[in-house]
């Protein structure tokens, strides 16, 4: 019979376990090796069964064995230094403390908006590398002490688990989660109720959402959930499940994520003292309408939505993780506008200055839809994208919101994203490393931010030098590291025939049929890992191009290889299934079947599994559609070595030391297919000529001497800098500190003169033009000037009614393309010269220094200024040159320069 209700019932822990509730409830255990460690002593049957979840091992330990535990002295010690570690850690100051004991100007808090976030495997709300990126960087700013509040949503089903049909077709389950068997707790208000967020939907609707949240070390996570009693069954199903139905049903999580979230982030701060945000991160588009909410909470205290707007751009930074723009959620306007004005949210904010935000108004954008992303960018004052690459990327992709700019100009930067070492970093890699510099120091040093002078006074991952911890793994002897490799490989082979086993168990196979999987991959050959979500510029099936060569690969007679592949498709990504059955029949064969294997239901308890025990992490996307792919980055913590595409954080790293490029066709084969086919070839034959010759090139000891080497480098150069630390550190100095000096810049009076000020210029400036240019030069000879020399120029500028101190006048000069196109440029100012002509031309004038060589061109052009704008290129508006405005200037007899 079948249960009509579920609940837990939970031992009651002895006063002296009680520390074990908080260690449980605190999500640090994630990441740190003696609380698992605690736990696991707890009850060494049940941990696995409790898929190593303290949260769920305690609802089942029997009160015999916690009484035995409350009775035994040397588990009580263990028990009070581990809380007492904890308290240590959750209270004391850390690097951010220290920067702002320095005198630092820093953010008192910081509100940190994702769709999802992957912390552990225990609170399943992620889906792939944008929840895993989220997890990490609330674990690095607890490490590192940033005063970070998380904000989700709760996902009643979570992403969905995978597994496979007998012909190996993709099957989706949801799992339904119980909120209190998760490492949640409650948020209430003083007298015990729980705390409600409260959003007005059309037609006098409303969608309530409780509050959950996860302890992460110092960092809280608040996720909103609308499975509560007060909705109705649709308003219910919002958080039901991640990136599920329809655009109407991903508009309300967005709007419960965005202004629910501001909403939870004020309950919170209230109830705990926490200091109120100054900061709002969104990362990525899809919590955008944070930037909405508070709006109306500012125009609330009387000032007007355009000055309001200036107080939330300031303090807003906006992090975009996609390289396409398909990747980003576009809404019907009228859907839009249907929920925000009177008769929905944001009462008193008027919609005709909300839908503005989202218009696609480049050439090209749909004017119809609203673009979440770039509602993202016009609310942030401050953008970045995830490597340096996307952040090119970015720039073209989103230039049409900067017209006249090149895209070097737009204004967004780029952090590359990093990884958090210690969830990631395999304990026996880690054992190896403390055994050089102490665990105490080995953990700083993974954790990528010091405490009490731990970098030895170098910063971890920065130009300058590679951390002396670091350095010490040079020290470390080749039979110890190769000795390591073998082992984390041997647990690799086992794991995956445990999982393979229960996968063809759950195709339908008979025990008898499945004798086979005992010899599936060997620990001693050259293992190569594959896994990550399954969209088409991935790329999962590259390696399947050629059959004939690949299974010459495997089955190679000295040099062998052995695959281990798993990803997810999306549940509506037909394509996308198509590749994984068309990967999974290929490893169905008996002839490869022992070397290449596919793994169902990709996710972080799998992937602490594969990244350890791979010799090489292969990625294979279309260039220069991944915006950074991590997951390289956490094999390479392990010692493995990268075969990728360069693109990402790999285009920026790469060097032949740490791993292999393989080569692109993207400038040369416009064609898909055989583009596929010529990186296809060059894949192979990297593989069979590089890849495999190095690791089964043995000294006399049976050492791979080269090959370990490059373990080593890759250990102790690339190491530092793919660090999480290192990540939420750039965040903090290049754009969270920025980012609360210029939102404590604008007070009210501050905020309103900023606002008319833009008012004014936007008005002004059809009027704005470079009428007139004239340069002389000391030295001209045949129509060159010579290195050194100097151009003076003059030039007269309409203003449109603004005044000389609202504008730059600026000269942008470099070197030249055969189109007259400036590359590497940069940009001088020009200062006003004399006072406006009776056309209300003002003259400006300065020099231009000549110190290139090579075919060298300029330009002139104004820019508004003013001193709260971050850029020049800010407002989107800049004047150039008119046809014919530049008058070629003698210098000399008959000698034009131009």
Known sequence: MKAIRRFTVRPVLPDSLQPLQDLARNLRWSWHTETRELFQAVDPEGWRPADADPVRLLGNVSAGRLAELAGDPQFLRRLTEVSDDLRAYRDGPRWYQDQLAAGAELPAAVAYFSPEFGVTAALPQYSGGLGILAGDHLKAASDLGVPLIGVGLLYRHGYFRQSLSRDGWQQEHYPVLDPNELPLTLVREADGTPSRVVLALPGGRSLHACVWQAQVGRVPLLLLDSDVEENAAGERDVTDRLYGGGSHHRLLQEMLLGIGGVRAVRTYCRLTGHPAPEVFHTNEGHAGFLGLERIRELCGTGLDFGAALEVVRAGAVFTTHTP????????????????????????????????????????????????????????????????????????????????????????????????HAPTWVAPEVFRLGAGKVGAGRAGDALSGGPVEGALDGESLGRPGGTPKRWDAVAGIPDREIWDLRRVLREQLVTEVRKRLYASWRRRGAGTAELGWIDGVLDPEVLTIGFARRVPSYKRLTLMLRDRDRLTGLLLHPERPIQIVVAGKAHPADDGGKRLVQELVRFSDDPRVRHRIVFLPDYGMGMAKKLYPGCDVWLNNPLRPLEACGTSGMKAALNGCLNLSVRDGWWDEWYEPDFGWEIPTADGSATDEDRRDELEANALYALIEDRVAPRFYDRDAEGLPERWVEMVRRTLATLGPKVLAGRMVREYVERLYAPA?????????????????????????????????????????????????????????????????????????????????????????????????????????????????????????????????????????????????????????PGVLLR
């Not at 770039?374 to 004052?381: E, H």
């Not at 340096?388 to 992709?397: D, I």
């Not at 704005?768 to 050194?788: K, P, Q």
Request: overall charge negative; hydrophobic content about 45%; glycine content about 12%.
């Open 324 to 419: 396409v723009p398909a990747g980003i959620d576009r809404f019907d306007r009228q859907l839009v506008a249907r929920h925000f004005g009177d008769d929905g949210e944001l009462p008193g904010v008027p919609v005709e200055r909300i839908l503005p935000l989202g218009t696609e108004t480049y050439e090209g954008g749909e004017p119809g839809l609203f673009n979440m992303a770039v509602m993202g960018l016009r609310l942030a004052q401050r953008a970045n994208g995830v490597s340096t690459l996307h952040g090119a990327v970015s720039r073209e992709m989103f230039s049409g919101l900067w017209p006249g700019f090149d895209p070097s100009e737009v204004p967004i930067t780029s952090v590359t994203n990093g990884v």
């Open 740 to 892: 609360a000096l210029a939102r404590r810049s604008l007070d009210p009076a501050a905020a309103r003169e900023l606002a008319q000020w833009k008012a004014r210029v936007r008005a002004a400036w059809p009027g704005v033009a470079v009428d007139h240019v004239e340069a002389t030069a000391a030295t001209v000879a045949g129509g060159s000037a010579e290195l050194g020399s100097t151009l003076s120029l003059r030039v007269r500028i309409a203003l449109g009614g603004l005044d000389p101190d609202d504008v730059e006048v600026q000269v942008v000069a470099g070197r030249v393309d055969s189109g007259d196109a400036i590359a590497d440029a940069q940009a001088f100012p020009l200062k006003p010269a004399g006072g406006h002509d009776l056309e209300d031309r003002w003259l400006y004038e300065g020099p231009l220094a000549l110190d290139r060589t090579g075919p060298y061109g300029y330009t002139v052009r104004v820019l508004p200024s003013h001193r709260l704008l971050a850029s020049g290129a800010e407002l989107g508006l800049v004047a150039l040159p008119a046809e014919g405005a530049v008058e070629e200037a003698v210098d000399g």
